[in-house]
Protein backbone atom coordinates (compact mmCIF):
# COMPACT_ATOMS: atom_id res chain seq x y z
CA UNK A 1 0.00 0.00 0.00
CA UNK A 2 1.67 3.19 -0.63
CA UNK A 3 2.14 6.17 1.81
CA UNK A 4 0.49 8.86 2.65
CA UNK A 5 3.56 10.82 1.17
CA UNK A 6 3.15 8.26 -1.80
CA UNK A 7 0.23 9.51 -2.60
CA UNK A 8 0.36 13.25 -1.85
CA UNK A 9 3.52 13.41 -3.50
CA UNK A 10 5.40 14.94 -1.11
CA UNK A 11 8.49 14.38 1.04
CA UNK A 12 8.40 14.23 4.58
CA UNK A 13 9.84 17.69 5.40
CA UNK A 14 13.45 17.59 6.55
CA UNK A 15 14.34 19.88 10.24
CA UNK A 16 14.45 23.30 9.30
CA UNK A 17 13.47 22.78 5.86
CA UNK A 18 10.79 25.45 4.95
CA UNK A 19 7.08 24.00 4.21
CA UNK A 20 6.31 26.53 1.71
CA UNK A 21 2.88 23.72 0.69
CA UNK A 22 1.63 24.99 4.28
CA UNK A 23 0.98 28.26 2.62
CA UNK A 24 -0.42 26.73 -0.70
CA UNK A 25 -2.97 25.32 1.96
CA UNK A 26 -3.98 28.36 4.11
CA UNK A 27 -4.67 30.38 0.65
CA UNK A 28 -6.94 27.24 -0.61
CA UNK A 29 -8.38 27.03 2.94
CA UNK A 30 -9.12 30.94 2.60
CA UNK A 31 -10.25 30.74 -0.84
CA UNK A 32 -12.67 27.56 -0.34
CA UNK A 33 -14.33 29.88 2.78
CA UNK A 34 -12.81 28.40 5.59
CA UNK A 35 -13.81 30.87 8.55
CA UNK A 36 -12.60 33.82 10.17
CA UNK A 37 -11.53 31.71 13.18
CA UNK A 38 -8.71 30.22 10.81
CA UNK A 39 -7.29 33.82 10.51
CA UNK A 40 -4.80 33.26 14.19
CA UNK A 41 -3.77 29.55 12.58
CA UNK A 42 -3.26 31.66 9.07
CA UNK A 43 -1.18 34.23 10.56
CA UNK A 44 0.94 31.69 12.59
CA UNK A 45 1.35 29.67 9.73
CA UNK A 46 2.31 32.72 7.68
CA UNK A 47 4.44 34.57 10.42
CA UNK A 48 6.04 31.28 11.34
CA UNK A 49 6.80 29.59 7.31
CA UNK A 50 8.16 32.29 5.58
CA UNK A 51 8.80 34.48 8.56
CA UNK A 52 6.87 37.12 6.43
CA UNK A 53 8.95 40.56 6.76
CA UNK A 54 6.97 43.45 5.86
CA UNK A 55 8.50 44.66 2.67
CA UNK A 56 9.43 48.52 1.76
CA UNK A 57 6.53 51.32 0.81
CA UNK A 58 6.22 51.98 -2.75
CA UNK A 59 8.89 54.08 -4.86
CA UNK A 60 5.88 56.11 -5.85
CA UNK A 61 4.82 56.42 -1.83
CA UNK A 62 8.12 57.39 -0.97
CA UNK A 63 8.12 60.09 -4.14
CA UNK A 64 5.28 61.63 -3.49
CA UNK A 65 5.02 62.12 0.42
CA UNK A 66 3.24 64.94 1.37
CA UNK A 67 5.86 67.78 2.68
CA UNK A 68 4.46 70.09 5.49
CA UNK A 69 6.25 72.96 7.33
CA UNK A 70 2.80 73.01 9.45
CA UNK A 71 4.35 71.83 13.06
CA UNK A 72 5.51 73.47 16.35
CA UNK A 73 8.60 74.98 16.70
CA UNK A 74 9.59 72.40 19.29
CA UNK A 75 8.16 69.04 18.04
CA UNK A 76 10.41 66.40 17.05
CA UNK A 77 10.63 63.54 14.72
CA UNK A 78 11.06 60.83 16.40
CA UNK A 79 13.31 58.50 14.55
CA UNK A 80 16.05 61.18 14.81
CA UNK A 81 14.69 63.10 17.92
CA UNK A 82 15.59 66.42 16.56
CA UNK A 83 13.45 69.42 16.14
CA UNK A 84 11.64 69.59 13.01
CA UNK A 85 13.36 71.72 10.01
CA UNK A 86 11.76 73.95 7.73
CA UNK A 87 11.08 72.34 3.92
CA UNK A 88 12.67 68.92 5.25
CA UNK A 89 9.79 67.87 6.53
CA UNK A 90 7.11 65.20 5.61
CA UNK A 91 3.60 64.10 6.68
CA UNK A 92 2.19 60.40 6.41
CA UNK A 93 -1.36 59.91 6.08
CA UNK A 94 -1.84 59.04 9.24
CA UNK A 95 -0.39 62.65 10.17
CA UNK A 96 2.62 61.56 11.62
CA UNK A 97 5.73 64.01 10.77
CA UNK A 98 9.23 62.79 10.21
CA UNK A 99 12.52 64.32 8.67
CA UNK A 100 12.55 63.61 5.03
CA UNK A 101 15.60 61.55 5.74
CA UNK A 102 14.32 59.61 8.46
CA UNK A 103 11.18 58.89 6.67
CA UNK A 104 12.72 57.86 3.29
CA UNK A 105 15.39 55.57 4.98
CA UNK A 106 12.49 54.39 7.29
CA UNK A 107 10.06 53.56 4.30
CA UNK A 108 12.80 52.43 1.92
CA UNK A 109 12.72 49.16 4.44
CA UNK A 110 9.58 48.96 6.07
CA UNK A 111 5.93 50.00 4.74
CA UNK A 112 4.42 51.55 8.02
CA UNK A 113 4.48 54.33 10.02
CA UNK A 114 6.97 54.04 12.80
CA UNK A 115 4.38 55.68 15.13
CA UNK A 116 1.18 54.15 14.51
CA UNK A 117 1.75 50.83 12.14
CA UNK A 118 -0.80 52.31 9.46
CA UNK A 119 0.62 50.59 6.09
CA UNK A 120 1.58 51.91 3.10
CA UNK A 121 1.27 50.53 -0.24
CA UNK A 122 4.30 48.17 -1.50
CA UNK A 123 5.79 47.14 -4.58
CA UNK A 124 5.67 43.64 -3.24
CA UNK A 125 2.59 41.66 -5.15
CA UNK A 126 2.65 38.43 -2.91
CA UNK A 127 2.60 40.96 0.10
CA UNK A 128 -0.54 43.08 -1.29
CA UNK A 129 -2.29 39.81 -1.99
CA UNK A 130 -1.52 38.83 1.77
CA UNK A 131 -2.69 41.73 3.08
CA UNK A 132 -5.92 41.69 0.64
CA UNK A 133 -6.66 37.97 2.48
CA UNK A 134 -5.94 39.23 5.85
CA UNK A 135 -8.70 42.37 5.35
CA UNK A 136 -11.41 40.28 4.07
CA UNK A 137 -10.64 37.46 6.54
CA UNK A 138 -11.30 41.01 8.90
CA UNK A 139 -14.15 42.11 7.36
CA UNK A 140 -15.64 38.20 7.51
CA UNK A 141 -15.03 38.43 10.74
CA UNK A 142 -17.06 41.95 11.71
CA UNK A 143 -19.46 40.27 9.30
CA UNK A 144 -20.03 37.19 11.39
CA UNK A 145 -19.95 39.63 14.81
CA UNK A 146 -22.76 41.78 13.25
CA UNK A 147 -24.91 38.94 12.75
CA UNK A 148 -24.18 38.21 15.54
CA UNK A 149 -25.39 40.52 17.52
CA UNK A 150 -27.86 41.08 15.55
CA UNK A 151 -29.30 37.75 16.54
CA UNK A 152 -28.55 37.82 20.05
CA UNK A 153 -29.61 41.53 21.06
ZN1 LIG B 1 14.35 62.73 11.90
ZN1 LIG C 1 1.47 57.15 11.91
Same mark, same amino acid.
Given at each position: ? +??? &?? @? %?????? +??????????? /? +?? /????????? =???? =? &? =??????????????A +?????????? !??????D????????E &????? !?????? %???????????? /???????????I @????????? @??????? @???????????????????
Amino acid at each position: M +ASY &FD @E %HNCEPL +ATGEQPNHLLD /L +AR /LLLDSGIGA =EFQL =E &F =ERIFGHVDGRKQPPA +AKHVIENLLS !TNSFDHDEKCSICLKE &FQLNS !TKELPC %HHKYCTNCIIQW /LKLVNSCPMCRI @ELPTDDQDY @EQYKKQK @ERLKQRQVELDDLHNSMFS
